[in-house]
């Protein structure tokens, strides 16, 4: 939304000067309270006093200290990465931002910290008001465009933050207040202008903080009370905690001093299907739970028939030039009906209160990720007391362990709080029931239900149930078991009852001993997880917490921060994806939202697939079962999008999907009309077949191959000038060409993808020995694709035309052109050393630094550069504070899973690059080692990495120079071994195993 400074009279101009000699006097004589990343988060929790539509005005008197370009939140109750509800806050910078359904209004007003300044923000939507206000004066407003109502959103109203404890304001806060009406000039005016301001009709809370202000915060004015986050769930301790604890002893831990208070530092479990966050508290204790199927909605179809009518004409006009246009077409009559698709939500929580200390020492959590278990211990006088949780994939339950180090002293109160439409009641006298049933979103009604069950078993003591909650007295230890389930039975049947399985779920986890659950689970865990071990060297850093190693990553030389990151990658995949669970989404399987940031759901035109790049290589490829279902079910609901909106045979998926198999285009052209998602979905399917070699697993999926390639085969038109073979409409995603929009003919990447497509079905159907005049068809059309061009600037084209250096951003996040180098190997540094140059200047104009995922991409495509020392300096990157969150989990941000998995994926990639050719069904498979082997990893070891072709390789290396490599074979293949500019063609019999010391 555009805003415009404004004109003001004498009289205001002179209460400006004023204003900026002295600073709002409603500031006078206080130092309020200080806001930074590491100060209490106060809120006011969710009513329907906030629930404001037509009016509101949000004011706060704040010092600003400098801040980065993302600024901070000063006043928020808006949805994170929507515009749902409203927020006051300094993006960019020192700015002033005011948004809400309407858009944004903003000021370049370079807030200052030496001095007071009173902030204000104005809208009423009848009244078509929507203004912001700098020490009494208006200085910026929204005209145009419709003054829509406010969307109301179930979250908190945050002082100097995020609903997520994100976007944190940095300097101090003295007053701030909610009115649920639009104040006007003049108001605004006396209020920033007096000491101590009256308050105004229509406050809905008025606040003024105090240098400490506790835990409450009661207004000034209005009824609304802040309290500290959550308090019911907080999990801050205000106790003092003594002692400096030592690491655990496995090394592959991820361990702090403190509890976690921010959910991206609480600790992550799963078994594929539940998930769990885990805060560590000490009177408090937070278990934030998930279950992979409760998203919103239910079954939809999101087809469009009218877009089939303006297909022709969208071809005309990009065809002639006109991309506006033909955007705009696109725009009214092409897009799926909703215009988005259905989020991933959460379960709710599951809350501990423990007896109230003082103080405790020895404090430590932490995550045994050779484990899969999360740990708390802390010390209170002479009683040590130990909390320990897993997400079985066995048993398919979380279990909370809590135990003391003497009898009887195991004490609290168990409690669920959920945002859902949901009831919580207790089960006899030892279980909780929470039964509720999902959300609705773009107008698309919930349509499942789902319960949460949770069991304590204690040993010794009393265990009562008081209404919604279950008190234990005075035990042993105790034992809780945690089931979750829903009605989801596939994409088109939610009949399923959620109750069976919970219960079952308990019921047979309760007939095992605590330590039967714990080695049970530890033993499935570590079937996948030891696979691969990486020693990349240990230096004296890699004993201090993991947040102080994150916070100190860029200066201090950790190599092993680098390989505990490879191997929470992997870990994390092992807990998100397991066969017969969904798909790892945008945020794995951990949310803690009814809307998270682009709904958690599946974007498929790079961060899903960037899910799975470390699967097959890091020995996961059980992992991939799940996608590869998912792209199954695609199949079907595809076909339908390809027939309605297409008028094509075959299947088609746009740019995102979610649990409901939608494939349409969506979010608008600029982002959503991309046909391309599907088939590169395809390549996983492709690359299973690669690593393992399985046809049985290869005619299962061949269909969808097939069914891909034939769409386009449908949908591919001549493009004017070089009679090349492209798609039409589509885009490159989400960035924008010289002329202001994405939509576009025949996008480079486009034309990478359908080569890797059809030539993975022609090889399919080749080892199947079916589908020969089909096969024909794919290889007379893939001769006419497009192909790769090198542009002015020796770059590699995005576009069929040189439009690169005129794009609106050219450092854009994504990199789809160099899809070509990686995930392809379409262009290589040894049989394409001219567009790899070509890859290399898109890199360097690009730049290295971008979102989480874009670095994690970077990594990648650098590693297959084979410039080792740049490639090292991005995943520095990567794993530094602001890409990385306390809990290691990737900062977008927020939080996106896909930067921990191209993180993984480029430290293998680092290692050990491998590709296949094929000559009839025959693989051969070229495997290179230390590729890519920066000087910080100078002498190290990988065993277990896996490559194309049916391989499995360790590598010894030492002064920067191989040692040795072997390679055991599972399928017999052919194999060229190389190392720097050695090469060795070798056949080792299945089974058998070669060493090799690089000669």
């Known amino acids: 939304m555009q805003s415009r400074r404004r004109w003001f009279s004498t009289g205001w101009v002179a209460i400006a000067v004023a204003l900026l000699l002295v600073g709002p006097t409603g500031a006078a004589g206080s130092d309020g309270m200080r806001l930074d990343g590491k100060s209490p988060i106060y809120e006011a929790q969710s009513q329907r006093a906030l629930d404001l539509t037509d009016e509101v005005t949000l004011e706060a008197w704040v010092r600003a200290d400098r801040m980065g370009q993302s600024g901070g939140r000063i006043l928020d109750k808006s949805m994170p990465g929507t515009s749902d509800g409203y927020m006051l806050d300094t993006f960019p910078g020192n700015s002033l931002r005011f948004v809400n359904a309407k ?12 001095r007071w300044s009173h902030v204000a923000g104005v809208y009423s939507a009848s009244k078509k008001i929507m203004k912001l206000y700098l020490n009494g004066q208006e200085v910026a407003s929204a005209d145009g465009g419709a003054f829509v109502p406010m969307t109301t959103t179930g979250i908190p109203l945050r002082i100097g933050c995020d609903p997520r404890g994100d976007n944190r304001f940095v300097g101090r806060i003295q007053r701030a207040a909610v009115y649920r009406r639009a104040l006007n000039a003049d108001e605004i005016a006396s209020r920033a202008n007096q000491a101590e301001p009256a308050s105004l009709r229509g406050v809905v809370g008025e606040w003024v903080f105090a240098a400490e202000p506790g835990r409450k915060i009661e207004p000034v004015a209005g009824r609304l009370a802040l309290e500290v986050e959550g308090l ?122 423990f007896p109230s200390v003082e103080k405790v020492t020895d404090y430590r959590r932490d ?385 990478q993808i359908l080569r890797d497509l059809f030539a993975s079905c022609i090889h399919a159907a080749t080892i199947l020995g079916v589908d020969e005049a089909f096969r024909g068809k794919l290889e007379a059309t893939r001769a006419r694709l497009a192909p790769d061009q090198i542009g002015k600037e020796g770059q590699l084209q995005e576009w069929l035309e040189d439009w690169d250096m005129e794009a609106g951003d050219i450092h854009h996040r994504h990199v789809s052109h160099l899809y070509g180098l990686h995930p392809s190997d379409q262009i290589n540094v040894h049989d394409t050393p001219e567009l790899a140059a070509a890859v290399r200047r898109s890199l360097e104009i690009r730049g290295d630094n971008a979102t989480g995922w874009g670095i994690g991409w970077r990594i990648n495509l650098w590693a297959r550069l084979q410039d080792a020392e740049h490639t090292f300096q991005i995943l520095k990157l990567l794993l530094g504070p602001e890409r990385t969150y306390p809990n290691m989990f990737d900062a977008h941000p927020p939080f996106q899973i896909d930067g921990n998995f191209g993180g993984a994926s480029g430290i293998a990639e680092m290692l050990l690059q491998t590709r296949v050719r094929f000559s009839g069904p025959a693989m051969t498979a070229e495997i290179e080692l230390l590729p890519a082997l920066p000087k910080a990893f100078a002498t190290g070891s990988v065993r277990g990495l896996r490559a194309k072709g049916g391989f499995d390789v360790d590598i010894e290396w030492a002064d920067g120079k191989l040692v040795a490599a072997t390679i055991r074979s599972r399928l017999g293949s052919a194999c060229r071994l190389r190392y720097g500019d050695v090469v060795r063609e070798v056949r080792i019999e299945k089974g058998g195993t070669f060493r090799w010391d690089g000669r």
């Open 367 to 751: 995550l045994n990720l050779d484990e899969a278990v999360a740990s708390v211990t802390y010390t209170v006088d002479d009683v040590t007391f130990k909390r320990e949780v897993f997400s079985s994939p066995v048993d398919q339950v979380i279990v909370v362990r809590i135990t003391a180090s003497k009898p009887g002293r195991v004490s609290f109160t168990a409690g669920m709080k959920t945002p859902q439409r949901a009831t919580i009641e207790t089960e006899n006298s030892d279980t909780l029931v929470m039964r509720g049933v999902n959300g609705a979103s773009q107008g698309i009604d919930g349509a499942l239900k789902f319960q949460s069950r949770v069991r304590v078993l204690a040993s010794g003591g009393t265990t009562k149930s008081e209404g919604d909650r279950l008190t234990v007295t005075n035990a042993d230890s105790a034992t809780l078991l945690v089931a979750a389930a829903t009605s989801y039975k596939s994409f088109k049947d939610v009949s399923g009852d959620p109750e069976t399985p919970a219960k079952a779920a308990i019921t047979a986890a309760s007939a095992k001993s605590f330590d039967t659950l714990r080695a049970d689970h530890v033993a499935e865990h570590r079937r996948l997880f030891r696979r691969v071990s990486l020693d990349l060297g240990v230096t004296e850093v890699a004993s201090l917490p993991t947040d102080e190693r994150i916070r100190n990553s860029m200066t201090n030389h950790d190599p092993q921060l680098a390989a505990l990151y490879f191997q929470f990658g992997r870990y994390l995949l092992i807990s998100s994806s397991r066969p017969g669970t969904q798909p790892a989404n945008l945020q794995g399987i951990w949310n803690d939202s009814m809307s998270p940031p682009w709904s958690s759901k599946y974007t498929i035109n790079i961060n899903t697939e960037m899910n799975y790049w470390p699967a097959e290589p890091t020995a996961l490829s059980e992992c991939v079962e799940p996608l590869v279902a998912m792209v199954m079910d695609l199949t079907e609901t595809g076909a339908r999008t390809a027939r309605v909106n297409w008028g094509a045979s075959g299947w088609v998926c746009h740019h995102n999907t979610d649990l409901w198999r939608a494939s349409g285009p969506i979010d608008g052209p600029f982002w959503g009309f991309w046909p391309t998602g599907g088939a590169w979905l395809c390549k996983h399917l492709w690359e299973h077949y690669e690593y393992g070699g399985d046809q049985a697993f290869l005619a299962k999926v061949y269909p969808a191959l097939k069914g891909a390639s034939q769409f386009f085969l449908d949908t591919l038109v001549e493009e004017p000038t070089h009679k090349w073979l492209v798609t039409c409409p589509s885009i490159s995603p989400e960035n924008g060409h010289k002329y202001g929009v994405s939509v576009c003919a025949g996008p480079t990447m486009d034309n």
């Open 103 to 114: 858009g944004s209004c903003t000021y370049d007003a370079k807030l200052p910290a030496d």
């Open 232 to 353: 019911n769930s907080s999990t801050r301790f205000w106790g003092t905690i003594a002692g400096q604890v030592s690491a655990p002893k496995e090394p592959l831990s991820l361990w702090y001093r403190q509890p976690a208070v921010e959910w991206v530092e609480a600790l992550a479990v799963g078994n594929g299907r539940l998930g769990a966050m885990v805060f560590g508290g000490i009177d408090r204790e937070r278990i934030q739970l998930n279950e992979d199927t409760l998203w919103a909605g239910g079954p939809y179809d999101p087809t469009r028939p009218e877009a089939l009518e303006a297909l022709p004409e969208a071809r005309r006009l990009i065809f002639a030039g006109k991309y506006r246009e033909a955007d705009a077409l696109i725009g009214k009559q092409m897009m799926s009906k909703p215009l988005g698709q259905m989020p991933y939500q959460v379960v709710g929580d599951l809350l501990l209160a």
